[in-house]
């Protein structure tokens, strides 16, 4: 999976609201400004994250952003659908909607098997989660396998 830095700014942007300690909006700027996000691309995804109804706008002089609903609530995976659209396609359409013919049939299953993995742990993270940093066993388990932490 490619990371792309729209996704990166997306969940930074999402985590950097969950983590405040107040309701009050935090202006784009503030967000662009502590997590070193150009603030145009990230005027952008803010448009994407409120018309998923993840992040909501307020107007005036103490306006800016705030979470639509509980950190708890929002997993990294709808953060990434917001901005990106599916987890997991091929050549844009859902990987249960591809077929080839032999002896490459099996790809398929290879594909659909990613989306699972892919799904286990970004549906199963959500910003909260992010946020205090306590991430779900299953995903620290995952960082003690033996490469985890090597780029192949």
Known sequence: MRITAKVDYAVRAMVTL??????????AESIAS???????FLVKILAD???AQLA????????GYVLARAAD???????IRAVEGPLADVHGR??????YPQPTTALRDVWLATR????????????ADVAAGTLPSHVTDA???????RRR
């Open 56 to 63: 909501q706008s307020r107007r005036g002089a103490m306006g």
């Open 18 to 27: 969950a983590a405040r300690d107040t309701d009050r909006p935090v202006a």
């Open 116 to 127: 699972v993995a892919l799904r286990e742990v970004l549906e199963q993270t959500t910003i």
């Open 143 to 149: 960082l003690t396998r033996p490469g985890a932490n």
């Open 34 to 40: 502590s997590q070193g996000i150009p603030l145009a």
């Open 94 to 99: 859902p990987p249960e909607d591809v077929s």
């Open 73 to 79: 609530t929002i997993s990294v995976a709808d953060v």
């Open 49 to 51: 994250l409120r018309t």
